[in-house]
């Protein structure tokens, strides 16, 4: 067990249930690094996670408060908690499945909202915890269970999604970007409003078995890589390029919105109190 694992983790929950290669394990690791040059404590976060291979493979993993939601949830959840505890960090780990599929409706508002809250959004381009059927951010014309003759509908990135909505930080990075991947989440933890963090990572059960026709991890990641760069081994261009990087940076630029409900409802509290104190004084005179 490394020392960020035996800090952050519970012990009963490692190793990781993960299939053989999988990178959900590798940016929960990301993730702790960033949590602990921070310096936060298990009590100064909360984490929370979704359905699917993402929810599965990281719920009740952090030694702290956690919380697993329903598939798509994991928002309308975070959202009573930072109302009731304000003070804490809200993790809130998911797929894109929960991201960007079921869950879209929750995260486009909590984004409006500028809710204070960091989402990571691991992103294995499909619903591989059953069977390796195609999502919303599968490739077009890439192989799945469900689209075998290639993936016909054009994915959407969430980022462009959340920033149109109204997020004051939104990045993307993938799994072979290790050092730049720990220093985005570090600013998007300290973003006093809603943060957005989409990690693009290999499957190799599913996404790599039907799409790339492999399982082996180096290979997987190695096209994981090539379309970070834009470019394969041998020089030629690759059919596609991700733009990773922070893609919108208005950190702290406008109220978070547990902030503006408790300042309303100090405002509505102290009005009633003068109207009470009016009525008050107006009958004993």
Not at 20 to 25: F, L, Q, S, T, V
Not at 40 to 49: H, L, N, R
Request: with cysteine; net charge neutral; glycine share 10%.
């Amino acid at each position: 067990m490394n020392k960020l694992a035996a800090k952050y983790l519970r012990p009963s929950q490692i190793p990781t249930k993960a299939c053989h290669g999988c990178g959900i394990g590798m940016i929960e690791n990301w993730l702790l690094q960033a949590i602990d040059e921070l310096g936060f404590d298990q009590d100064d976060v909360v984490f929370g996670t979704g359905i699917g291979c993402v929810g599965r493979q990281t719920f009740a993993t952090w030694g702290g408060d956690n919380f697993g939601a329903t598939h798509g949830r994991a928002l309308a959840v975070a959202t009573g908690l930072k109302l009731a505890q304000p003070d804490k960090k809200y993790l809130i780990v998911v797929g894109d499945g929960d991201a960007a599929s079921i869950g879209t409706s929750h995260l486009i508002h909590a984004a409006r909202r500028n809710l204070g809250v960091t989402v990571i959004c691991e992103d294995n381009m499909g619903y591989e915890s059953t069977g390796g059927q195609f999502s919303p951010t599968t490739p077009s014309g890439y192989v799945t269970n469900s689209s075998p003759y290639g993936m016909v509908e054009p994915p959407f990135d969430p980022c462009d999604v959340v920033k149109a909505a109204g997020a004051t930080f939104v990045a993307e990075t993938t799994a072979t970007q290790w050092h730049q991947t720990v220093k985005i989440v570090k600013k998007a933890l300290q973003n006093d409003g809603f943060s957005f963090v989409h990690v693009r990572f290999p499957c190799n059960e599913n996404f790599g078995a039907y799409a790339l026709g492999t399982r082996d991890t180096l290979k997987n990641l190695e096209w994981i890589y090539e379309h970070t760069q834009g470019r394969k081994a041998d020089g030629s261009p690759a059919d596609f390029t991700w733009e990773t990087g922070i893609k919108h940076d208005a950190s702290n630029s406008r109220p978070e919105f547990s902030k503006l409900l408790r300042d309303l409802n100090e405002r509505v509290r102290a009005d009633l109190a003068a109207k009470a104190a009016a009525t008050t004084a107006k009958s004993s005179s």
